[in-house]
């Protein structure tokens, strides 16, 4: 193996990246809000994709508001396993729509239904807005089970990299309050703890996408009070007792700056007594999956992750 990160790249996302590293995009560091909103709506809005079943725009009625949410159904009439999926994009970026891609792909090769959460977002809305949101939504989706054509025994978690955050933050969330019982979390390069100095931060800052300073950019916008980042509810590597637990399906970029705090939560919900498979996926960079109609690596991973999800739902865990 080369000792430089470039050189293992996937030859594919080799190509992403000289594009992504020229002019046509800037760092998120670099820009406001609202210019990396429109900077990625505008690079990163893929070919249409084709939906298996229905697909419905809902409104969440919960105690904190009402979450736009949009469900996938591939088998409308049918109770189905449910998956309640967060978008990426630090908590800043990202919605329904960007989601749409990797929602709809899921539900289609796993036969589960897809519940995309729209949570709401910073600098507008700072933690815990999203962690309201997200929780309140699983909440609503498992109480209204009936109605969405979901079996409420078979409810998963799911979401990259800050939506993989809120994945792991409400699988904690559904254990401390009794429920919902979840049965899996999918957790797609998850960002864990906003304090990470950790080795692949270094090695990978710039280059990869996701650069170092991006990550801090995003945690300086998400969660900006310093006293709050030691919450679990931002960071949960760092819950007092990690036991007892969703199985988790961690996916991990292995040319990512959040590889390692990413593996260390799998080792954590692993050391607990957790069931945990986690996944480096070598030659992939952050946000990975979200490029799965351009690499053959992104989605020949999607797919694994689908029969994961599918293999998790297949029937109630007894914890």
């Given amino acids: 193996m080369s000792d430089s990160p470039v050189e293992n790249v996937d030859p594919q996302f080799r190509k992403i990246l ?52 949009r469900l996938y159904h591939p088998q409308p009439g049918t109770r189905l396993p449910l998956l309640v999926y967060y978008h990426g994009g630090g908590w800043v970026l990202g919605d329904l729509d960007s989601a749409h891609g990797i929602t709809a792909t899921l539900a289609a090769r796993s036969g589960c239904a897809v519940l995309s959460v729209d949570y709401r977002l910073a600098p507008e809305h700072p933690f815990p807005a999203a962690v309201d949101d997200a929780f309140a939504a699983l909440r609503w989706a498992a109480e209204n089970a009936e109605k969405l054509e979901v079996d ?62 991006d990550v801090l950019w995003f945690w300086d916008h998400y969660c900006p009070d310093a006293g709050h980042r030691r919450d679990m509810r931002a960071a949960p590597l760092r819950v007092a007792d990690a036991a007892g637990l969703p199985p988790a399906h961690i996916v991990l970029a292995e040319l990512d700056p959040l590889l390692d705090e990413g593996q260390a939560y799998a080792d954590r919900l692993e050391a607990a007594g957790n069931v945990v498979m986690c996944r480096r996926v070598p030659g992939a960079i952050h946000a990975f999956v979200g ?26 865990h007894n914890g």
């Avoid at 998120?28 to 809000?33: E, F, I, M, S, W």
């Fill in 152 to 213: 409420p025994q078979r409810i998963a978690v799911g979401g990259d990299s800050a939506g993989g955050n809120l994945a792991a933050v409400v699988s904690i969330l559904a254990r401390d309050a009794g429920g919902p019982a979840l049965q899996f979390q999918l957790l797609i390069y998850p960002a864990t703890d906003p304090g990470a100095e950790t080795e692949s931060m270094r090695r990978l800052a710039t280059g990869f996408l996701l650069e170092a300073q």
């Fill in 18 to 69: 000289k594009v992504l590293n020229g002019p046509a995009y800037t760092p998120v560091h670099q820009l406001t809000a609202a210019e990396a909103r429109e900077q990625a709506e505008q690079l990163f809005q893929g070919p249409p994709v084709q939906v298996t079943g229905s697909q419905s725009d809902l409104l969440a009625e919960t105690p904190v508001g009402k979450v736009p949410c």
């Fill in 291 to 316: 490029f799965w109609q351009v690499s053959t690596l992104a989605d020949r991973e999607l797919s694994e992750m689908a029969k994961a999800l599918a293999a998790g739902l297949a029937r109630p």
